[in-house]
Structures are given as C-alpha cells and as structure tokens.
C-alpha cells in the first residue's frame, strides 16, 4: 500500500457544521452590530476560532476591543455552538462515510482525526464515531492552527506513523497546504477541489476506496 494511514479533517468531510457555526457567530455578530453573512462564513472555513473572531471585527465599528473581551467574546460563541451541536446524533455522518471507514480499516488502514476544533471529542461523541478512529489531534493539542501543519503531524505521531505514508482527506484549501507542509499527500472533497492543488480530487467520499 502506498499510505499506511489516513487522515481526516473533521468538520466538512466526516460531519457538517458550517450552519451551527454560522448561527452560533451570527448570534454574536448581531449583539455587536456586526452585518454577518454566510459569504462571510465562507472566509472562516479551516482557520481558528481566535482568527475567525477576529475577521468578525473587521467589520466592528464600535471602540476598540480588548483581548480580555474577546475572549469573553470566544467562550460566548462556543458555548451557543455546543448548545447547537447538542442536536447532533448518528444521523448527521452517512451511511457511506459510515461505510467507507469501515471498510478502510478493514483494509488495514490506520485511521486518524486531524481537526482544528477543540469540539472534536464531543461532535465524534454525538454522532457515535469516536470508535472508528485509531487516534484523534484536535485543537485542544495543539497551539497552530491550519495552514501550519501541527495538528497532522500530531495526528501521525499518535498513529506512530510517518508522515509520508500518511494522506490528508481535506475540504479546505489551508488544509491542503497543511498536509503538504506535514509532508503529506491530501485528498480534496469539496470547495477545497476548486483550487487544484490536492494530489486528488474527490467527487464523493466513497472515492476513498478507489484510490486507496
């Protein structure tokens, strides 16, 4: 096999949950005044919840905010997303992710999570997925968040494994650059297709297997 281990990104590829984040920064957009659109959210896709909060007041015209403020602001937001994600279930990850990990493992694939969010832990909790995963990297692990490639190196360091035998299955584009930066190959599955710069592209989740 040409990869020994694989290397998911969460949000976006194994679960969606652009519209709790959206809801959860809309929320705290509009107590600061803040016109938030979901082009906006577009922009927070694969970067930090410190960075995301601080493309939210570019558009802030009140006075200036403190860091003590924002990270009131940041634990503010958090807490509305995990009161959203406390809808999630098993419903929310497909059968043919379901099954595509599956057979994955099967193959004798070492499967791994390698995810900026520091709600990692609870979303594979609430969709019933933590037992399909060998190791989990996620935000709380790590001090760089995507492009750098922290969180993928970690991943394979719990995996015990070398990073060149590692691929990244990634929908945004920094984590393309991440995987690469790690020394990986990458597998782009939705807007992160657009750029061209993973070593495949994927139309659908079950092209895993195809290539693996």
């Not at 990869?3 to 969606?16: E, P, R």
């Not at 929310?92 to 995810?115: F, Q």
């Not at 492009?147 to 060149?164: C, G, H, I, M, Q």
């Not at 710069?197 to 895993?208: H, I, V």
Request: hydrophobic share 40%; proline share 2%; glycine share 4%.
């Amino acid at each position: 096999m040409q990869y020994k281990a694989v290397i998911f990104d969460l949000d976006g590829v194994l679960v969606f949950t652009d519209k709790y984040h959206f809801k959860a920064w809309k929320k705290l957009a509009e107590k600061l005044s803040i016109d938030f659109t979901e082009k906006d959210n577009d922009r927070l896709r694969g970067v930090s919840r410190a960075e995301s909060l601080e493309i939210i007041l570019e558009k802030y015209k009140g006075k200036p905010t403190s860091e003590a403020q924002k990270q009131e602001y940041l634990a503010e937001k958090n807490d509305t997303y995990r009161q959203f994600l406390g809808d999630m279930n098993r419903n929310d990850v497909s059968d043919v992710v379901r099954d595509t990990l599956k057979k994955l493992r099967e193959s004798g694939y070492r499967l791994a999570i390698g995810s900026s969010s520091k709600n990692t832990a609870y979303i594979l909790e609430r969709t019933e997925l933590t037992d399909a995963f060998d190791a989990v990297a996620d935000g709380t692990m790590i001090t760089k968040s995507k492009p750098d490639p922290e969180v993928f190196l970690k991943a394979a360091e719990l995996l015990r494994e070398t990073p060149s035998n590692c691929l990244v299955v990634e929908d945004a584009d920094a984590g393309v650059t991440a995987a690469h930066a790690a020394g990986m190959d990458a597998a782009a599955i939705g807007a992160a297709t657009k750029s061209q710069r993973a070593d495949y592209n994927l139309e659908a989740f079950s092209d895993l297997l195809r290539i693996l």
